[in-house]
């Protein structure tokens, strides 16, 4: 065993590593890959934990005061001009000057209004949080791990969805040409020409209903495209390469040649597309949050902690917009280095 | 050879590492001396990995800068002036006008998207300072010298309208534009066609004494070598095993690896029962094998176990809007293979020859013709009856770098068509046989883990060998199978596939341009140009005796290799 073969380059390599041994081998020497993949991991790990309800599961509760700014900064800070103390005051002034009519929810509000002041009385408020409050007095940093939980689910799953879409695709079209290849590429330019947020609006209103699943069926069901593109082109490039000729001559299947011997030659590709999907997806979905076709209000993602963000930050409350921006760029980051670095290692022509 | 104030350019002790990754570096180039006189021809021979094409860029200081270093103590003086301690500028100055190089490739070295003659002009009018009206007119007249069909249109050309040749007289053009005291020509001829190949080399050497150039002329092959050096450097892993006249390294070559160069190399002369490798020469006597020669031939009543009759293939180009364009590939091809032997198909690249050998396996679809193996016609059976036979003509690919699935251990690559053909019981069966096929194509065991890239391409190719061998082909068709390899290994390889053949009586169809080798390994030639073909004779006969004029121009071109000082003067 291991006599160990001189390769081209004349480099000694012991012998009788698997290619994801391979990959990972080259993964360790990658300082800045090892320390995405920690980021990673470390984002998953918190994904999880907020799924099953270990953490952050308390985030709707009102536990601070409005706006309670960032624990380092101090209660003084903190604006007591605003807050849900003084709504009722102000709600109260209106029936003022209700011109005589008598409002016949009036008591009612009354009660509820009284009820709320028991609440929110019972309970004391924090003035400071470790990084801060909304304007309802929830803890940011629990918005924010839940929002993790939900931005990732909507990249990841969306991106997955996507891009196995348009490998199928592009693989059928690419390998097959022909009649497959005219149909797919009717349905590329049928999805490609029709505006982008007509489109999504389009499917919006065909699912007629607000959710994560949602979001993810539009984002993935438009998204396909990008990768159908590439796919198919390296299914064009690698059909006619003589190691899938020799396949063909020992007697493998069209589906073997396309999926067990091309695909894996081209899986770099399709593996950079979801890592630029997920990137994507998950700028899109704070996109169709802020048009009102994102995740419902009863769910907190950074696409809605952004929407927020906007008012508040004319009021100098720069929390949670900072929160949000932070948890997204240091995941969008470690994600897109960590699949350059995989890509690299998975490539064995490179090595 | 001495130094003498003849001496164009003197190099000495030229080492280059490069660096691989972070713990490994390779040697290159151990320290190289050698001289080139001016006026004269240094050919640097040696196989892929020895240093020789590391050593021209060294001279030419185009080495990459990111992981080459040349360590300190080295000298390439030009001229008395050492090339490594000139600026960057000074070295572009020189490059080009005074040292010009012909790489190997002509359509990859030529720029496609510029016409020839815009490219000629360039290095015109930037070292010679030429307005564009004379750069032009003298373009058209270094086309015409180095011998371009109608220069005043093809200096108009873009490099994809002409041929591979054309191509590489252009290249030719543009190295010589300027003059150059020193032509460095890297494998001139490998890409180009044995009857092309005739022409470009005696256009170096005639350009070479007309313009009294100096020329270091790199190449693998001592056939070449033969023909236009005087003086001889064969080099080896980045060091020179030896250095000499011309005279003295054929006749009598000291070094070990030198005579292993030249005996390896199959020649048209003889045909010997086994062809010697390079461990024959380093390590001890010539096998007895060696000096018997092998009979080859038929005798006229072999079973037949391939027949193709009247086998056509046809492309389809569309012209214009609606027309089509036909292009006869292969042309009305009829041939037999009897049991036990081999035929040899022979012919210039675009002869047909791939495209027959692909069609008659149904890898393409043929536009007419039958194929009848072992009496059952293979081009009209419906699919799942073919797979049936599919397993019964196997096929080597000339590139083992791209007929090996990358992502395949050579373990997969040999398991997969067992599998995919119910070969052995179970995944123990199967691995055996895997290991067993391994030992017989001359690799270890511990290889079945290994992917592709971690082999040699002499490797690889035993490993493509030994996948078809798994499903014990009646017929298996060599599609260049060597031709992409280095001489010692390409014996070793022919060697393999002889033993195959003694021990299982293989049939081959043994397609390749080197006659030579097809002479060593053919019972029966066929000759093919232009998708016909022109002539199928015994091997001894066709090339003693070829008939077709095709033929005869094919054996004309072939480089014969030393033939004494007598046969030299006449060049």
């Known amino acids: 065993m291991n006599t160990g073969v001189a390769a081209l380059s004349g480099v000694y390599r012991p012998a009788s590593a698997g290619l994801w041994a391979l990959a990972w081998r080259q993964l360790c020497r990658d300082r800045v890959a090892l320390v995405s993949l920690a980021i990673l991991l470390f984002y998953l790990v918190l994904m999880a934990a907020s799924g099953v309800g270990l953490i952050a599961a308390d985030w709707p509760r009102e536990v601070g005061v409005s706006y309670a700014p960032p624990g380092f900064m101090g209660p003084e800070a903190a604006a007591p001009s605003v807050g849900p103390a003084l709504e009722p005051d102000a709600v109260a002034a209106s029936p003022s000057e209700d011109m005589g009519i008598v409002d016949p929810l009036a008591e009612a509000l009354a009660e509820i209004r009284k009820e709320l002041a028991g609440v929110s009385a019972t309970e004391a408020r924090a003035p400071t949080l470790s990084f801060g409050a909304d304007k309802w007095g929830r803890d940011v940093l629990k918005k924010a791990i839940k929002g993790t939980e939900t931005s990732m689910l909507v990249g990841l799953v969306a991106a997955a969805l996507a891009v196995f879409l348009g490998t199928v695709f592009g693989a059928q079209a690419g390998y097959y040409g022909g009649r497959a290849d005219d149909f797919f590429n009717w349905l590329y330019s049928v999805f490609t020409s029709i505006p982008y947020l007509l489109l999504v609006l389009a499917i919006a209103a065909v699912l007629d209903q607000k959710g994560i699943l949602t979001v993810i069926l539009i984002l993935g069901l438009t998204g396909w495209t990008g990768t159908f593109r590439l796919v198919r082109a390296e299914y064009l490039k690698h059909k006619v390469r003589e190691y899938v000729l020799a396949a063909d001559a020992i007697g493998a299947s069209n589906r073997r040649r396309m999926f067990v011997h091309i695909f894996p030659n081209v899986s770099h590709v399709v593996l950079v597309q979801l890592s630029l999907h997920v990137v994507l997806f998950i700028k899109s979905e704070v996109i169709l949050s802020f048009l009102g076709f994102g995740v419902g209000v009863d769910t907190v993602s950074w696409g809605s902690m952004l929407n927020e963000a906007q008012s508040e930050l004319l009021l100098g409350k720069w929390w949670q917009l900072t929160a949000a921006t932070i948890a997204m760029a240091v995941l969008v980051t470690a994600f897109s280095l960590f699949a350059d670095a995989l890509r690299d290692a998975l490539d064995p022509r490179l090595k | ?571």
């Open chain 2, 1 to 571: 050879m001495t130094a003498s104030a003849d001496t164009l350019l003197r190099v000495r002790d030229l080492k280059v590492d490069f660096r691989i990754d972070r713990e490994t570096t390779l040697h290159a180039l151990k320290g190289v001396d050698f001289d080139i006189p001016s006026r004269g021809t240094v050919a640097l021979v040696g196989e892929s990995g020895s240093g020789k094409s590391v050593t021209a860029l060294a001279i030419l200081g185009l080495l990459p800068e990111a992981n080459a270093t040349v360590l300190p103590g080295s000298r390439i003086e030009y001229r008395g002036r050492n090339l490594l301690e000139l600026a960057p500028r000074e070295m572009r100055a020189l490059r080009g006008a005074d040292i010009s190089m012909v790489f190997q490739e002509p359509m990859s070295s030529l720029n496609p998207v510029f016409t020839v003659g815009f490219q000629i002009t360039e290095v015109l009018r930037k070292h010679l300072g030429l307005t564009a009206r004379q750069a032009r007119a003298r373009a058209i007249d270094l086309l015409r010298e180095v011998g371009m069909p109608e220069p005043q249109t093809r200096v108009n050309a873009y490099p994809f309208q002409l041929s591979g040749g054309q191509q590489q007289r252009a290249m030719i053009a543009m190295a010589i534009a300027c003059e150059p005291k020193l032509l460095i020509a890297d494998e001139p001829t490998t890409a180009l066609d044995v009857t092309v190949e005739k022409q470009i080399l005696g256009l170096i050497a005639a350009l070479q004494r007309q313009r009294q150039m100096a020329m270091l002329f790199i190449t693998h092959d001592l056939a070449l070598v033969a023909e236009v050096a005087d003086y001889v450097v064969v080099m080896r892993e980045g060091e020179i095993r030896e250095q000499g006249s011309v005279e003295q390294i054929f006749e009598a070559p000291r070094d070990g690896y030198t005579r292993a160069l030249l005996a390896c190399r199959p020649t048209l002369a003889r045909r010997p029962r086994r062809l010697p490798v390079i461990d024959d020469f380093l390590g001890g006597q010539p096998r007895a094998a060696d000096v018997e020669e092998r009979p080859r031939g038929l005798r006229g009543d072999e079973e037949i176990i391939l027949e193709v009759r009247h086998l056509a293939k046809s492309f389809h180009f569309r012209e214009g809007l609606l027309g089509t364009k036909e292009f006869k590939a292969v042309k009305d091809a009829s041939f037999r293979l009897a049991k036990g032997k081999t035929l040899g198909v022979v012919g210039e690249s675009g002869s047909g020859k791939t495209t027959m050998a692909l069609t008659l396996m149904r890898l393409y679809p043929a536009s007419g013709g039958e194929v009848l193996l072992d009496g059952e016609e293979l081009l009209s059976m419906p699919p799942e009856a073919l797979m049936r036979y599919k397993r019964r003509i196997q096929i080597v690919f000339q590139n083992p770098y791209a007929s090996l699935n990358p992502r395949f251990t050579a373990g997969q690559i040999l398991v997969e068509p067992m599998r995919i053909h119910s070969i052995g019981a179970d995944a123990r069966e199967r691995h055996d046989l895997a290991c067993r096929l391994l030992e017989k194509v001359g690799l270890p065991e511990s290889s079945l883990f290994k992917y592709p890239h971690e082999f040699s391409g002499g490797q690889r190719q035993r490993i493509a060998i030994a996948r078809c061998l798994t499903m014990k082909p009646d017929v298996l068709i060599c599609d260049e199978a060597v031709s992409a390899l280095d001489v010692s290994v390409q014996a070793q390889l022919l060697n393999l596939l002889q033993d195959l053949q003694d021990e299982y009586g293989m049939r081959y169809v043994f397609i390749s341009h080197a006659l030579a080798v097809v002479k060593d390994m053919a019972d029966q030639v066929m000759v093919m140009n232009q998708g016909e073909i022109v002539e199928i004779a015994g091997s001894d006969e066709i090339y003693a005796n070829p008939r077709h004029p095709y033929t005869r121009q094919l054996l004309s071109a072939i480089p014969r290799g030393w033939r004494g000082t007598a046969a030299r003067s006449g060049r």
